[in-house]
């Protein structure tokens, strides 16, 4: 018997909202967070979609998201700002800090807002589809906690440190690439998992750097193209953990 059932995007938004303010988020959290989770199903990338909303309630009843936190602003020169997310909804920090970039880009041509004490921000392409939207290219870099193991390593050092850029298109939905350094991020060989269906070869690694397809042993996602993967996570984490202040 088939249990998958069709339903509209916005009855889950409703759910969503519903199942975070439960647990006692306020909706200027709440409603950012799940429509970037909905919009990122709605684009095909339910590792990063609605299958987190269990994953967000729990870790904000249980308090390791800060359920309502204080955003605080420090504009460092008239195009660069921190956002600082004070521990909460690292989807709801990442679409501030991009509207504090569009429109600082709006009066100095460029801007760009570091984030700090955030969480888990989702898919990178909520925040660059949300400055192409506004008619200005967006580029997204976060880094992660270690989970890949670098080429030629042992164990594992950078995570999986995506990289997103967005541009608007005249009369069409935004040019839009959003990757991982790693050969795919770890929420996608977690859905493997649950689904219990056997990895691609060439995804992960086992807890000791030997390839697998077993989602069960699957520890680490490898680089992206070797040496250059582990190039661009180097990359991507001077531009957004070391330049951070």
């Avoid at 018997?1 to 439960?22: P, V």
């Avoid at 200027?28 to 609605?50: N, Q, Y």
């Avoid at 460029?110 to 660059?128: D, E, L, N, P, R």
């Avoid at 807890?207 to 996570?233: E, H």
Wanted: proline letters at 5%; charged letters at 20%.
């Amino acid at each position: 018997m088939n249990k998958e059932q069709l339903i509209s995007a916005e009855k889950l938004s409703a759910f969503g909202y519903a199942a975070l303010e439960a647990v006692g988020v306020v909706k200027r959290f709440s409603h950012p967070v799940i429509d970037g989770l909905v919009e990122t199903s709605l684009r095909g990338v339910d590792s990063h979609g609605v299958r987190l909303i269990p994953h967000y309630a729990r870790a904000a009843h249980i308090g390791r998201i800060k359920k309502n936190p204080v955003f605080s602003f420090r504009q460092t020169s008239p195009a660069t700002g921190v956002l600082d997310a004070d521990h909460g909804f690292g989807i709801a920090a990442g679409v501030a800090a991009m509207d504090r970039a569009v429109d600082m880009a709006r009066e100095a041509g460029v801007g760009a807002v570091s984030v700090k004490h955030s969480s888990h921000f989702g898919a990178a392409a909520i925040f660059g589809l949300r400055a192409a939207r506004k008619n200005m290219m967006g580029m997204v870099f976060t880094d992660v906690d270690s989970l890949v193991f670098p080429y030629g390593a042992k164990k594992t050092y950078f995570g999986t440190n995506p990289i997103c850029f967005a541009a608007p298109i005249e009369g069409e939905e935004p040019f839009c690439l959003d990757m991982a350094t790693s050969r795919v991020p770890l929420n996608k060989i977690l859905a493997y998992r649950a689904a219990k269906i056997p990895l691609v070869a060439g995804w992960a690694t086992d807890a000791q750097g030997r390839a697998t397809t077993d989602p069960d042993k699957a520890a680490s996602p490898m680089p992206i193209g070797d040496y250059k993967g582990y190039g661009l996570a180097i990359m991507v984490s001077i531009l957004s953990s070391i330049l951070v202040e």
